[in-house]
């Protein structure tokens, strides 16, 4: 009988260190893949990283402004630019010598410099920008570089052997600011419409405030299975960034 136990108290035992052994082989850690004094690029999941630049203000002084990497089988979409062209040319530099991977697209999320600042450069380098119709329009309002091709509601890009999404949900940050989602790892990049936790509301100069709430109600039901949800500025986390959000900004 003793025999017997102890078989079964090893068999336990390995089944136990098997499990936990492809669990924490499973688990990925966020890593700092590349920083220099105007850009830094953080991986937050196998094919996903974040790319942070910076943004004098007078109001909020010099600012972390993010946007997101994704890649699948040898390509790859940019969702925002940094915040400038010099910034974009280190970008699209290193994902091209480290990454290896071709630059289907790039999208800014809305109108803002901290999205669309560097587009210039990645037009230099012969890679598509597409944008909501009015981000569109209030570039060339603002006398910025404007986006090449427009889509009115959602647009479905392909990745390698996947897709990303970026659709517009309703005013709040701005009248034109879309999200998008990499569905393959659950991934929402929120952009300057999703704030991190215990965050300030921000710039309002260009905000539809009433709305902010309801749009992003709209994101987060669109997305039930979310797992990383990436702001615009600050650190990133899962829903409940979304929830934060919504509370911040409820009537």
């Known amino acids: 009988m003793k025999v017997v136990f102890n078989a079964i108290l090893i068999a336990i035992i390995t089944f136990t260190n098997i499990n936990g052994g492809v669990k924490n082989r499973g688990a990925f850690k966020p890593n700092e893949v590349y920083n220099s ?4 690029i953080t991986q937050i999941s196998e094919n996903s990283f974040v790319h942070t630049s910076y943004k004098q203000t007078t109001d909020f002084g010099n600012v972390p402004c993010n946007g997101l990497i994704v890649r699948n089988n ?11 062209d010099e910034g974009a040319k280190e970008l699209i530099k290193w994902t091209d010598e480290t990454l290896h991977v071709k630059i289907n697209a790039v999208i800014p999320t809305h109108f803002h410099d901290d999205c669309l600042g560097g587009l210039h450069a990645f ?19 603002n006398n910025s570089t404007p986006p090449q091709n427009s889509f009115s509601d959602t647009l479905v890009l392909k990745v390698g052997n996947t897709y990303i999404t970026a659709k517009f949900f309703g005013e709040g940050h701005t009248k034109d600011n879309v999200v998008g989602y990499f569905p393959g ?6 952009g300057c419409l999703i704030k991190t936790l215990g965050a300030s509301k921000g710039y309002l100069g260009d905000a539809n405030v009433a709305a902010w709430s309801n749009t992003v109600e709209m994101v987060k039901k669109a ?23 919504i509370k911040l900004f409820k009537p």
């Open 74 to 84: 040898g390509e790859a979409i940019i969702f925002d630019t940094p915040t400038n």
């Open 37 to 40: 004094q105007d850009l830094v």
């Open 223 to 245: 997305y039930p299975n979310v797992k990383i949800v990436v702001p615009g500025h600050g650190k990133y986390g899962n829903k409940k960034l979304l929830d934060y959000t």
């Open 123 to 141: 037009h230099e380098n012969n890679i598509p920008s597409y944008a909501y119709y009015k981000t569109i329009a209030l570039a060339k309002e």
């Open 185 to 190: 790892e659950h991934i929402l990049f929120g």
